[in-house]
């Protein structure tokens, strides 16, 4: 979500056209063009009192701030199996994953998480628990993920996927998830059932796809 802050008519945005290596938040593009405020193009510039580039309108002095967006999913479990949908849109048709998807103003992860299973699959869920926070830093992305259990079994498939299915955990089809942070959320839920010991885990996930990952 973009926020935006109107700088005080006496503060200063620094005049630095140079951000040392060190000070760059990412290396990812500056989305933001036009001010919101005025309509006037952006400058990158580190504001006073900041250590990173930010988009700033020399004209009304608005900062333009870029921020992470969360993802807000849940893995819903029946008799010892879990609720996986098939994908239906781009990216990565065809392939599997638990519901998940960007959260909306005014909701909570938890509503947010319930509602995406909802919308992809139909599926009526109450959250049992946390299950992890996953941090993808190369798309700006946080996954908040929760342990669910179904209300029912009057699924089907959403909009969004080409169909719903409960899977044992032996069935899971490693090679056509969709993408790695659904694996790498997976493989530690497996890894938590096989050893009676749930956990609450945290993990940046890589760029590069697990060495697992679509291996043959």
Request: charged content about 20%.
């Amino acid at each position: 979500m973009t926020r935006v802050f109107q700088i005080m008519e006496h503060a200063q945005v620094s005049r630095s056209t140079i951000c040392p290596p060190k000070l760059r938040s990412t290396t990812l593009p500056n989305n933001i063009k036009y001010c919101a405020q005025c309509g006037n193009l952006v400058e990158e510039k580190i504001p006073l009192g900041e250590t990173l580039l930010r988009a700033v309108c020399p004209s009304c002095r608005t900062i333009h701030y870029e921020n992470p967006k969360i993802v807000a999913g849940s893995i819903p479990e029946w008799d010892g199996k879990i609720l996986l949908c098939r994908r239906a849109i781009e990216p990565r048709l065809g392939l599997w994953t638990f519901p998940a998807g960007f959260m909306e103003l005014g909701e909570s992860t938890e509503e947010a998480a319930a509602r995406e299973t909802l919308e992809e699959a139909h599926a009526e869920i109450s959250i049992h628990s946390l299950f992890g926070i996953f941090s993808l830093p190369h798309v700006s992305q946080v996954y908040v993920v929760y342990r669910a259990h179904l209300q029912n079994l009057n699924f089907k498939p959403g909009p969004e996927s080409l169909d719903v299915q409960l899977i044992s955990l032996a069935d899971i089809p490693w090679k056509d998830l969709a993408f790695p942070v659904i694996h790498e959320s997976l493989t530690r839920y497996v890894n938590d059932i096989q050893a009676a010991t749930p956990q609450t885990h945290s993990a940046v996930v890589p760029t590069q796809k697990p060495p697992s990952f679509y291996s043959s």
